[in-house]
């Protein structure tokens, strides 16, 4: 899809450091702000080791295609209050033939997930990465596709893929999220595959049910359409006891969904559950939690 790249933008030479502890969030920003105005192809390269990241926001439009090859581990805030309310943590905006290749996601959950285990004033913290804004589409990347349809004039998703990469501590796996109401937009042709979990709420979910606080939105089926979606090789640990979930809408089945080679346990039992609804798909290969589909 993108060629051979024409030029190369290590972040190390926009001065991150692979510490774990110094924070590389500005150093990211510029090379990707090079990366977005260049006219060729390019590519940002993050090298083997540990990368502090505080919240960053990739904003497009870019003038070329841009891949992100990650070799090293992008760390979250030790200190969840970081982050706060900020919803996200690695967002990308308005951007178009993006793909994002390999690289291991410590989202540094165990915190915020204790400070709510206790009834606590925490912050919402922020979820994992994801994408806002994409008109055209050949994107491959993504943990995270929502909250679509909270308009009824909605552009879609598709042609979304993301392959060997590892996600620790996060509180959502690959996610997909719709709102619970009428639209117009779609979600298809998503592609998972060579996905490492460990200790991650949510490893595969479906939500088209989102409406926060039941307000504009209650007891309404979503309308985004899903179709499509294909997840292979998905291994690792859940840290919630239902580790795989489809929950549709009622008036727009989830179509196609396929599922290849998925090993998921939980932390706690060994054992985790699937939940399915309103979706149809195919199987193939060992199924764990038990298939649904």
Known sequence: MFGNAAVTFNVIKFGAKPDGETDATQPFLRAWASACNSMVTSTIYVPKGRFSIRFAEFRGPCKSAIKVQIDGTLIAPKDYRALGNSGSWILFIQVNR??????????????????????????DGARGPGICGWRKYNVALDMESGSLGRDFK????????????????????????????????????????????RNVENPIIIDQNYC??????????????????????????????????????????????????????????????????????????????????
């Not at 999220?177 to 996905?195: C, E, L, M, P």
């Open 98 to 123: 993006i793909s994002v290749i390999g690289g291991a996601l410590d989202a540094k959950g165990d915190g915020l997930w204790n400070c709510k285990k206790a009834g606590q004033n925490c912050p």
């Open 154 to 197: 909605e552009d879609g998703v598709e042609n979304v893929t993301l392959i060997n990469s590892v996600f620790s501590g996060s509180d959502n796996g690959l996610r997909i999220k719709t709102w619970g109401r009428a639209s117009k937009g779609f979600v298809r042709n998503i592609r998972y595959q060579n996905i490492v979990m």
């Open 212 to 293: 926060p606080n039941n307000q504009g939105c209650p007891r309404q089926g979503s309308g985004i359409k899903i179709s499509e979606v294909s997840y292979q090789n998905i291994q690792g640990t859940s840290a919630t006891p239902v580790a795989m979930v489809f929950d549709c809408s009622p008036t727009n089945p989830c179509r196609g969904i396929k599922l290849r080679d998925i090993k998921l346990t939980y932390l706690k039992t060994n054992k985790a559950r699937s939940f399915c609804k309103n979706v149809g798909g195919t199987s193939g290969g060992v199924i764990l939690p038990q298939n649904c589909l």
